[in-house]
């Protein structure tokens, strides 16, 4: 007899959420006198969650452009909200990423926290639960709940285990990311109350006047702006960023930045069409300020982990950049095509910034081990030392400064492309971030790596061990796998891209 398909039979999106966040419980067990049996645990659950997400992809059905491995329950019956979870290719990658990110992050902590080690380690599981429920919901007020959940185990993290001022970054991420998810909260339940239903399909059928769609736009826009982080509401990431653990640093940059621009492909694109064409120009404007003038923050920054910060709002300018610009091309020119590789590559540099930005804060995080410092000026001539951290780092470098080849070039090239279709200035102001990424990133190794050994605590650095090895040349395969081979991931994605391009080409007026 055939085994019945994964697919629409089998609960695996929710053993996706819920084994990571009981895993995590479980690992509070092991208490402060076990850290090693935590640690292994705490690996084990991560492992078993990756391994679980595999069956998505074996399992996914390219062509569909619709919602697949759908779970529909009866959750809160008195005001109809369900517990619906479901992904298309777009969602589905971004699983993928959390999951494959996730075991990096355990391993690469494995020896930089030795107090309270099991509720380090916890905190990171229930957090990876509850991004893939931010990923997974169809329901949207399941949707907030995950969302505004995961907030409490990264809030705990820089502020428990972070640096001298992680009170301060910790409750100035929450604060926030906290008030500008309430206009998301106010949004949604406008819209359940003129159509009846929490559920995103509806939202998406519901008819809504221009008055309306611009209320909501906003609503939402708030709530992802904060979230991706887009400029002028960038100030939260910095902070947080520094204080934060290297693992904590990681996890945001890899893969909570992405959820606000999943929110904008979720909420404003389909939801608020029409609203979202009359004010992308908003948005495009923003994005250039983010990739370029962020950009050159970056240059002046001391400090290794707060310029990988900056470099970091400035890459996900391009994601927002291209999210918008498909609204003129479909909107304005009729020019599906574009529009549509406009949104691909505002997700191939989402999935590519996941694997560039982890792996920078990976390799600071390997040095701070060491030195225990940060700042630029305390380093040189590590390649002298440390020569295949040094050959990962320049890997890395390269794949941020968008060298073709690497994953840092593909989506930032699509992106460009549909600017240019769009109007040719907003192809140069977005290729500036090229030139000006390759400066602050080529400067931060020619300081950091090359020269001659400046400080005699680096003259005494080790290289990487095979666990710190191991993390980054998991990273430097999926940097050079999506720069080589992209076809997969854009394969996977490109019903859903063709599917969204297709609903914001339709107005609700």
Wanted: net charge neutral; glycine share 10%.
């Amino acid at each position: 007899m055939t085994p019945a398909p994964l697919n629409g039979t089998f609960p695996l999106l929710s053993l996706l959420i819920w084994l990571p966040i009981l895993g995590g419980a479980a690992t509070l067990a092991f208490g402060n006198k076990r850290p090693n049996g935590a640690r292994w645990f705490a690996l084990l659950v991560a492992v078993a969650t990756l391994a679980l997400s595999i069956p998505l992809f074996t399992g996914f059905d390219y062509a569909n452009p619709g919602m697949q491995f759908v779970e529909d329950r009866s959750w809160i019956a008195a005001y109809d909200i369900r517990y619906h979870l479901g992904v298309d290719g777009i969602a589905a990658a971004l699983v993928g990423l959390t999951t494959f990110t996730s075991v990096l992050v355990l391993i690469g902590a494995w020896g930089s926290v030795d107090e309270r080690v099991s509720q380090y380690y916890a905190a990171f599981l229930i957090l990876e639960g509850l991004m893939v429920g931010v990923f997974a919901a169809l329901d949207s007020m399941l949707f907030y709940v995950f969302f505004e959940g995961m907030l409490i185990p990264m809030f705990i993290i820089i502020g428990v285990w972070g640096g001298p001022r992680r009170v301060y970054a910790s409750i100035k991420f929450f604060l926030y990311t906290f008030l500008g998810s309430l206009f998301m909260l106010v949004g949604l339940v406008y819209l359940y109350l003129k159509g009846g239903s929490w559920q995103l399909a509806d939202m998406y059928a519901l008819p809504l006047s221009m008055t309306e769609q611009t209320w909501l736009f906003f609503a939402f826009f708030v709530a992802f702006a904060v979230k991706v982080p887009m400029f002028p509401v960038h100030t939260w990431l910095p902070d947080a960023h520094v204080e934060a653990p290297t693992a904590g640093s990681v996890v945001l940059a890899a893969i909570m930045l992405k959820i606000g621009g999943y929110g904008f492909l979720r909420f404003n694109l389909p939801i608020v069409p029409d609203a979202s064409a009359e004010w992308a120009w908003l948005a495009i404007a923003l994005s250039l300020i983010a990739v370029v003038y962020v950009g050159l923050v970056a240059l002046v920054q001391d400090d290794m982990k707060k310029l990988i910060a900056y470099s970091s709002i400035s890459h996900m300018g391009f994601v927002t950049l291209g999210t918008f610009i498909a609204m003129g091309l479909v909107r304005d020119q009729g020019n599906a095509a574009a529009a549509q590789l406009g949104l691909q590559g505002a997700m191939v540099q989402m999935i590519s910034h996941g694997f560039v930005s982890g792996a920078m804060f990976s390799c600071v995080g390997v040095l701070y081990d060491r030195m225990h410092s940060r700042m630029i000026r305390d380093y040189g001539g590590v390649a002298n030392v440390m020569p295949w951290f040094a050959g990962f780092m320049v890997l890395f470098a390269m794949a941020n400064s968008g060298l073709p080849g690497t994953s840092g070039f593909v989506g930032e090239f699509m992106v460009v492309l549909a600017s240019f279709q769009r109007h040719p200035m907003l192809a140069f102001f977005a290729a500036i971030t090229l030139i000006v990424g390759a400066a602050y990133t080529l400067w931060l190794v020619k300081r950091v790596v090359w020269g001659e050994i400046r400080n005699p605590q680096v003259a005494e650095l080790t290289d990487v061990n095979r666990r710190e090895a191991f993390v980054l040349g998991a990273f430097a395969v999926g940097v050079l796998l999506l720069g080589i081979w992209p076809k997969p991931l854009t394969d996977l994605m490109e019903p859903s891209i063709a599917q969204l391009a297709a609903q914001v080409a339709s107005s609700k007026l």
